[in-house]
């Protein structure tokens, strides 16, 4: 079964930075898309930034020359860069993968993590 363990959430100041990680385990075969997505209080979950196996990239608007995803196949494990940050950016932010893993399915399947708070607040 897959795992996704985040980390780097925190509170920061208007017009902050920080870097979220996501390490993925737990006997992974191959992973397919590793991305970020987040829910703020009373709102839907939003996709934040996804990347391939390859790199290509795909950002919300909200977040696009803000934001920066990036990934380390070797580690299984998907960066987030975020600078410029505004209190619109609150919220709790989850790392997902679409993976298979060794003595699965041959599909693959989505897999999310625990979730990592972020506050943006002065």
């Known amino acids: 079964q897959v795992k996704l363990v985040e980390s780097g959430g925190g509170l920061v100041q208007p017009e902050g930075s920080l870097r979220l990680s996501c390490a993925a385990s737990g006997g992974i075969f191959n992973i397919y898309l590793m991305g970020w997505y987040r829910q703020a209080p009373g709102k839907q979950r939003e996709l934040v930034a996804i990347?391939?196996?390859?790199?290509?990239?795909d950002y919300a608007d909200s977040v696009k020359g803000r934001f920066t995803i990036s990934r380390d196949n070797a580690e299984n494990t998907v960066y987030l860069q975020m600078t410029s940050l505004k209190p619109d950016d609150t919220a709790v932010y989850y790392c997902?993968?679409?993976?298979?893993?060794?003595?699965?399915?041959?599909?693959?399947?989505?897999?999310w993590g625990q979730g990592t708070q972020i506050t943006v607040s002065s």
């Open positions: 997902k993968t679409k993976a298979t893993y060794a003595g699965g399915s041959i599909y693959p399947g989505d897999y």
């Open positions: 990347i391939t196996s390859g790199g290509e990239t």
